[in-house]
């Protein structure tokens, strides 16, 4: 008979399902004129969420359903940051008129979404898994459809929950493959039953493409573009990065622990899938002139660049995935940041025209914002230059060359979409620029932090020799 | 330095900063200069001195670690007088003063970083610092097609560093993956498979900086584009990274691949040296002219590199110590030229003797170094390759070398047909009567370079001793 009390050692998803309460109860018994203490409320709540759980443990739970490793806890240390981050951001979002009166729910989806991310990054059992990935999915539907009476919001969150389900859909069909097959679906007792039988070939693929969705891998990213483009930025933030790392690193350790005996098929698959998406992305972003579409298939190609580290499939390539996840965050909701900042001011700029000369007028923004461009683009000394140099250096150590090739060409043509952005900033000449404005203070202290993280996270060391210290485990 | 730059507010300030900041950093270069000569004479035997190491990324087996050779005191040299007076070329720069010095000394720590580093990772991170600055120093100070020419210089270059990041990582796993600092690896053995495929791949990375045909199309473009310090300072070292790197990441550390893909590469950089020159007589903009010079000349750099013959490659080193300093040179009056007459295009200059007799003898000068007048740095420099070049008694070297030679024929023709053009002969545009000489600014960077260029040429054997015998540890690795 189960002990109902080892539910108590799930520290990091009871303390945020505290934190979800507490912020439920207090959008609904907050009077309306104090309602703007929800956003301070929320980020306190959470630090101190991120405090308490701080110390990596690892924790096995009912048998192994519920296994949440070392590094699986810094994970979660990481993207409860972000989510702060994207919680500052939104501030100036969530004051507008239209949006006020319920920014209670934007908070609650979102730390539910987040709630479903931790499950999914310490499933040790597929149902546990998936109810995870649905917690983290279908509250996100809402979320992008969150500016309900604008057209394309609504649009967006239309498109996000029919393929988010349908991919769901897929994903459980293949799990019932494999529990067909191999008779159990607890992640420590499927390798010793998979034998590489076609069926079991089936289900990886149906497994995979299902997760492919939510990680925007090309040829299942049709969803992205319209969607990032229509949901609030905060929210294309938010989808961008946090539900994209907990997505990445699951992956990857189901990959590598459930199905180590498949090794040969799936990093065959990935091998095209990679070269695939790194490729077309890049290629379509380079047409984009919306900034919010043109960080979607950016943010896809980014994807493709993680995938690498998933390749890799050893200790170094996890130690090299999450840190190519934390620089990502510090650099995309940067980038998101100041993007939303100017839409925010100037009622819905986002196209690159308007970001012309935008250096004349705002300088600290534009700074801010090449800065992010360049660690994205693996510029040194930013720290997206030793994030992408560390997974393709786990990716070389594996031996894969030539897909490691193929990347490196693919970060020209990337520094070349992102130059453009930095050349309508800086050279390009503008009659008319976005006038001068002053971020709020919210704001500033995310870009701020985003920032920091974008200079120090790749000159200390200290980050990465603990990832891979914990990999290593 | 960097921050000090960012907290000085106003123009003045932030020039006071730079003049500073260049002249410690030329004051120190000298100084490194000296102490080096000493150490060496009071017997230190270490390939390199002032070595230093911290661990970085200990998982990865990345160190933060430096250390100089005769080959980087050179360089450095070379870098800190091209930054010192670059400083004064810019003086008069307007828009946005701040952040192009800021963007400039960016650069800068680049190059010296490169140039000292000793551990691949590190040298590599240093190479991509020096690249990225360019795009904005060309795109928002440069002239003419910027935007287009700032863009295909930063792709084209970073395409070179995406060979070199797939070669660096084949080196460091073929090498056993156990330590990522130069001098070591050269201890170990890399398989001759691996040299084999990364020797061309680090090889054609660096080339692409060294100008290596047919990589060499950003360079006359980004130059002509650039401001006058930032094609100084690029033309002057930046491409000296090239030559630098193919040396001493490519040849030292991979000698069997250096022996099999020489033949190739040899001819490569012979069609450089020559196409280069070539190219140089039909173009009509000054900046062009001198952009195809220099494709040819670090050609030669290369082309003295792959000779493999200890004063081949000592010639190279001072070919582009030589090098670096006249096109510096020659840029910082091309730009000073622009500057009063608004105009580069030769047809419409003429006469500029009378009018601007001080920055007419600095051009005769640049241009006579140029084509290799003996007593000045570019006759040292070239002389040493081709003596060197011709101790390989094969005929497929002595070809190449003969063919290359030409060269300095080719380079006479377009200096003395520019010189005679512009600065001699009628007064073509009246207007150009109006214009003055050089200010004191000015007076300071072109002295200052011609001095260096005389001083090589006069007194050219403390350097090639300095070089030469830095020289000797690569090529006792190539030989073997």
Same mark, same amino acid.
């Given at each position: 008979m189960m002990d109902i009390t080892a539910i108590l050692h799930m520290h990091a998803e009871l303390s945020l399902t505290a934190v979800f309460i507490l912020m439920f109860l207090l959008d609904l018994f907050l009077p309306a004129q104090q309602r703007h203490w929800l956003r301070p409320m929320a980020c306190i709540l959470l630090t101190i969420q991120l405090l308490a759980n701080l110390w990596p443990e690892e924790v096995i739970l009912f048998g192994g359903m519920y296994h949440s490793t070392p590094m699986a806890s810094i994970l979660k240390s990481i993207l409860t940051i972000g989510t702060i981050l994207v919680f500052l951001q939104a501030d100036t979002w969530l004051r507008r008129g239209d949006t006020r009166h319920k920014q209670g729910e934007f908070y609650i989806l979102t730390l539910s979404t987040l709630l479903g991310m931790y499950f999914m990054v310490s499933a040790g059992h597929f149902l546990l898994f998936f109810l995870g990935l649905e917690l983290a999915t279908v509250p996100m539907a809402c979320l992008v459809a @969150?500016?309900? %009476?604008k057209g394309h919001s609504a649009e967006a969150g239309a498109k996000f929950i029919l393929s988010a389900l349908f991919s769901s859909g897929i994903f459980l069909y293949g799990i019932s493959m494999i529990y067909g097959t191999?008779?159990? +679906? %607890?992640f420590e007792d499927i390798p010793a039953g998979l034998t590489g039988s076609p069926l079991q070939i089936l289900a990886l693929v149906f497994f995979f493409s299902g997760l492919a969705f939510k990680l925007s +891998?090309?040829? @299942?990213? +049709?969803?992205t573009a319209d969607t990032y483009q229509g949901a609030p930025t905060s929210v294309s933030a938010y989808l961008s990065v946090i539900s994209k790392g907990a997505a990445a690193f699951a992956l990857m350790t189901i990959l590598m622990k459930v199905f180590a005996p498949m090794t040969e098929q799936w990093s065959e698959m990935l091998c095209i899938i990679i070269v695939a998406t790194i490729t077309i992305a890049n290629l379509f972003a380079i047409r984009q002139s919306n900034l919010k579409r043109f960080m979607a298939f950016s943010s896809i190609s980014q994807a493709g660049y993680i995938m690498l580290a998933v390749l890799a499939g050893t200790p170094q390539g996890m130690a090299s995935l999450v840190y190519y996840i934390v620089v990502y965050i510090a650099a995309n909701l940067a980038v998101f940041g100041v993007i939303n900042a100017i839409e925010q001011h100037t009622h819905g700029k986002v196209e690159?025209?308007? %970001?012309?000369? +935008?250096y004349k007028t705002n300088p600290k923004l534009t700074m801010v914002m090449t800065l992010a461009l360049f660690s994205l683009a693996g510029i040194?000394? @930013?720290a997206g230059f030793f994030s992408k140099f560390f997974v393709f250096m786990a990716a070389f150590h594996s031996g894969y060359y030539i897909i490691v090739f193929i990347a490196l060409v693919n970060t020209i043509i990337s520094l070349y979409y992102y130059l453009l952005i930095v050349k309508a900033m800086f050279i390009t000449p503008n009659d008319k620029p976005v006038g001068n404005f002053r971020t709020a203070t919210p704001m500033r202290i995310s870009l701020l932090i985003c920032v920091a993280g974008i200079f120090v996270l790749g000159i200390l060391s200290g980050i990465y020799q603990l990832l891979n210290d914990t990999a290593m485990l | 330095m960097l921050a000090s730059l960012w907290a000085s507010r106003s123009v003045n300030q932030v020039r006071g900063v730079m003049v500073a900041g260049a002249s410690i950093l030329l004051a120190l270069s000298v100084y490194l200069t000296i102490d080096y000569i000493g150490l060496r004479q009071a017997g230190? !035997? &270490?390939?390199?001195?002032?070595t230093a190491s911290t661990v970085w990324y200990a998982p990865l087996h990345i160190c933060y670690s430096v250390g100089v050779d005769g080959i980087s005191v050179a360089m450095l040299l070379l870098s800190s007088i091209i930054v010192f007076t670059g400083t004064f070329a810019s003086w008069?720069?307007?828009?946005?003063t701040k952040e192009y010095f800021l963007w400039f000394t960016l650069l800068s720590v680049g190059v010296f970083g490169f140039f000292i580093s000793t551990d691949l990772f590190t040298m590599f991170m240093f190479y991509e610092v020096a690249l990225i600055p360019m795009y904005l120093l060309i795109g928002v100070w &440069?002239? &003419?097609?910027k935007e287009y020419a700032a863009m295909k210089l930063t792709l084209m270059l970073m395409g070179g560093s995406a060979f070199l990041l797939i070669g660096i990582l084949g080196i460091f796993y073929g090498a056993g993956?156990? !330590?990522?600092?130069l001098l070591e690896i050269a201890k170990l053995h890399i398989p001759h498979e691996m040299q084999r495929i990364f020797f061309p791949l680090i090889f054609l990375g660096f080339g692409v900086l060294g100008a290596l045909f047919p990589f060499h199309t950003w360079s006359p473009d980004g130059h002509a584009s650039a401001p006058t310090a930032v094609s100084m300072l690029h033309a002057g070292v930046l491409m000296k990274l090239g030559g630098y790197g193919c040396f001493r990441v490519a040849m030292y550390l991979m000698p069997e691949g250096a022996a099999m893909w020489g033949d190739v590469f040899l001819i490569l950089t012979t069609i450089s040296v020559v196409y280069g020159a070539f190219s140089a007589v039909v173009q009509t903009d000054l900046k062009y002219i001198n952009a195809y010079s220099s494709v040819s000349h670090c050609g030669l750099v290369l082309f003295a590199l792959l000779m493999m013959t200890r004063t081949s490659c000592t010639g190279a080193i001072l070919q582009m110590l030589s090098h670096g300093l006249m096109t510096a040179l020659f840029f910082a009056l091309i730009g000073m030229i622009y500057g009063r007459t608004? !105009?580069?295009?030769?047809?419409?200059? /003429? /006469?500029?003797m009378k009018i601007m007799p001080f920055l007419a003898v600095g051009y005769v000068i640049a241009g006579l170094a140029n084509l290799g007048l003996? /007593?000045?740095s570019g006759f040292v420099a070239e002389m040493t390759i081709f003596v060197g070049s011709f101790q390989n008694d094969d005929t497929f070297h002595r070809v190449c070398t003969l063919v290359t030679t030409t060269s300095i024929v080719i380079t006479a023709v377009y200096i003395l047909r520019v010189v005679g053009k512009i600065?001699? &002969?009628? $007064? $073509?545009?009246?207007?150009?009567?109006?214009l003055t000489d050089a200010t004191w600014d000015e007076r300071v960077a072109v002295i200052c370079l011609i001095a260096c260029v005389a001083g090589l040429g006069l007194a050219p054997f403390w350097m090639s001793d300095l070089i030469s015998n830095s020289v000797e540890p690569i090529i006792s690795q190539l030989l073997n």
């Open positions: @969150f500016d309900k %009476y191999a008779g159990t +679906l %607890y +891998l090309v040829p @299942f990213h +049709l969803w690159r025209e308007d %970001y012309n000369g +935008l040194p000394p @930013f | 230190a !035997t &270490g390939e390199m001195l002032f008069k720069l307007q828009p946005l &440069g002239s &003419g097609r993956g156990e !330590t990522m600092n608004h !105009t580069r295009d030769v047809r419409l200059m /003429g /006469g500029l003996p /007593g000045l600065l001699y &002969g009628k $007064v $073509v545009n009246p207007e150009h009567l109006k």
